[in-house]
């Protein structure tokens, strides 16, 4: 107890509630604009006059009280330093840093409650230790030595950040040396591939760069605290420069578990920008941030970290108007925190995958009897397999067998191997069908062959290969309207109405009895069934789509072609029409500037309601094929909607982007890499899905695209040097 009086006083701060009870942040009901100030009503507001010093007693005996009193609990504010000259953001003081890494991590204090939940969602351990301190269960100068020690390692790593910083540029004084050139394409190239940093400063690189002319790399110190903090603070850049003229943005997210089974939430973003040279709209989707979870997965933590996310990327008043997210019920209690209710969007792609595990996934409680020769060949077929890949000879036998058919022409080689179902993918069903369907003479010529012992119970008959080729024609419009949802770069949910009407069309009984005219009655029975099941499925959890506060036939309303709201196998009656219209206007008010006066609010309103009457009619007379994201640009008189039709049109219908987002950060942190540094992980990862996202290296297209990336980064950095450098003095 002999610290100073001035720390002692610098952490005494007392609650601002009575009761050991905390207050919960309410659930917001409305569109969130990125402003400071909106978190002032989620909770109390803060008085400087709350912080009080920490008194100590001594006994009778004159020894030193043992703890120190306090009027008033303790607060989740000891966890933040306030900002100077301002009221409403503060320092965290338990280790966090802000995304570029320059300052520790501001954060809201505009009430007491938001300390807490940044807490809550990031520090779990200092939130149960101010806890406990409150019930008298821990020292409380343990507590606040622990957030001096944090505090202070935070300072230490901005001090040897910013010094590294200070090392790069000046490296590029003098301009930007080849030198330098090389090795910011080297650490892309290299966080591009997955390529560690330890492979690069391996002797053997060496030797063959010498070999070729070219100087070492810099040690994989610098390459890592020095290049990849470059380039990730480029990117950061290029985020928020991009995302700094937008009005409103989709977020969506998505949860993930690593190798060592820590909690990740991916974070994203879908936008529409204008393309002034074209007079076109294009849509894009950003991968803001891998945001690690240390605390409980509580729908509030999640909100939490993303709040925080998205306030650092979106600029001053941007609304987050929609909000795409799978049906977990920590993301949902999320998404109603981030946007207003009706706004947030079930992620189509899981929905659909819900619609067939419903009918095929033998792991139900009640799976429908119906389906149950269905299930019985899916596990048959998967048997099939796990007996030809996990015995030797099988295996070399089936390839000597492939080997054939691909030099014969009958194979391609993307079809070379068998493949195994996943559970948390139906599509895998369906390619362990396909497979084992292409690969039938095969499997049938192995199973003759006496020697391989093949099991009697796994010899396929005739009538199981007829209803396997059924599953796969009646599973196949399901796997098209998947990979479609997951577009990335066009327009997605707008359509997804008609599609779903469209499935359940081609789902109807004997709509595929052409194609299977040469099976057995039983055959083509069994297949109704199943078409049956999951038509029933399909329509039962698409049909909140339907109605009137649906986001999807909002968007739909925004699509060329007649008869965009009727469809053969759903009623959108006039009363749901009318609230799709009143949704549509009450989207175009949401997106106005926040200092709109009230009187003209009426009037964009009336000017909006005789917009959608007059966009319809034009709507209706043009090709259903036309691009919306071509068409409205041009609609120079109906600019009122134009935001909303940005909106709208820009909502994914799925949370793919996120799904591929986990494939890359699982290719990131393999079996080799798994200990990596997370913030070294979170900077590989942005980085990388800057470079990758949408360009493949199969496709000339894909190659230059990354190579398009990789320019902007250079450009960035000479652009820097030109603002630096004098002419005369660059190399």
Known sequence: MDEEPERRAQFQIENLREGSAEKKRPRETEIIRRNPAAE????????????????????????????????????????????????????????????????????????????????????????????????????????????????????????????????????????????????????????????????????????????????????????????????????????????????SVATSQDGWKDQKRRKWIDSGVALVEHDL??????????????????????????????????????????????????????????????????????????????????ALDPKKAHPPPNCEPHRLLIRKFHDIVVFINGHGDVLVAFRNLVAEKLKSGEASFAWEVLVLDNDTRWDTWLYLILRVLNFDREIISIQRMVELKFPQDLILTTEEVSLAFAMALILEPIKNFTKFVQNRNCVTLAYVPGMIDEILTQLSPDSFAAKLRDASANVRLQANALQKELSASIKTRFSGMFLGGSLALAARSFLPGPGMLSFANFIVNEVAKAEIVENILADVISLLPENTPADEIDDIKDTAESAIKLARKRLDKMDPKANPLVIWPVQKDLTVLHPAAKMLLGTPASSGDNERAFSSASFTMDNHRYMIDIETFRKEHRVRRFLVSGNDTHSQTGRQGRLDKLNSILERYDAVVNLRVPAENRQ
């Not at 507001?45 to 703890?67: F, H, I, N, T, Y």
């Not at 343990?142 to 901005?158: G, P, Q, T």
């Not at 240390?294 to 909100?303: F, K, L, Q, R, Y």
């Not at 941007?318 to 109603?336: H, K």
Request: aromatic share 4%; charged share 30%; net charge negative.
């Open 277 to 358: 040279k074209k007079d076109v709209w294009t849509v894009d989707a950003l991968d803001l941030d891998m945001i690690p979870l240390p605390g409980s997965s509580t729908g509030e933590n999640v909100a939490a970290l993303l709040k925080e996310s998205l306030d650092y990327f979106l600029p001053e008043g941007c609304l987050i108007a929609t909000n795409t997210r799978d049906g977990a019920s920590d993301e949902v209690l999320a998404s109603l925190t981030l946007v207003k209710e009706g706004n947030d969007h079930h992620c189509d792609a899981h929905n659909i995958q819900l619609s067939v595990h419903d």
């Open 40 to 247: 002032v009503e989620m909770g109390d507001s803060v008085d400087e006059s709350d912080e009080e010093d920490v008194v100590l007693g001594a006994d009778d005996d004159g020894r030193q009280a043992k703890r120190a009193r306090k009027t008033r609990k303790l607060s989740p504010l000891i966890f933040v330093e306030r900002i100077d000259n301002e009221k409403l953001n503060a320092y965290c003081k338990l280790g966090c840093l802000s995304h570029d890494h320059k300052t520790r991590l501001i954060i809201s204090v505009s009430s007491s409650d938001a300390p807490r939940r940044h807490a809550s969602a990031r520090h779990p351990t200092f939130l149960q230790m101010l806890n406990d301190c409150k019930n008298n269960e821990e020292n409380s100068n343990k507590l606040f030595k622990d957030i001096v020690e944090a505090n202070d390692k935070a300072l230490e790593r901005l001090k040897k950040i910013n010094s590294k910083t200070l090392k790069f540029f000046k490296k590029i004084d003098s301009g930007l040396s080849n030198e330098v050139r090389s090795e910011l394409t080297l650490m892309a190239w290299a966080v591009a591939n997955n390529i560690p940093r330890v492979a690069l400063n391996d002797s053997l690189f060496d030797a063959f760069l010498n070999s070729v002319g070219s100087h070492p790399v810099s040690n994989r110190h610098d390459l890592e605290s020095v290049y990849l903090e470059a380039v990730d603070r480029f990117v950061l850049e290029d985020h928020k420069r991009r995302l700094s003229s937008c009005h």
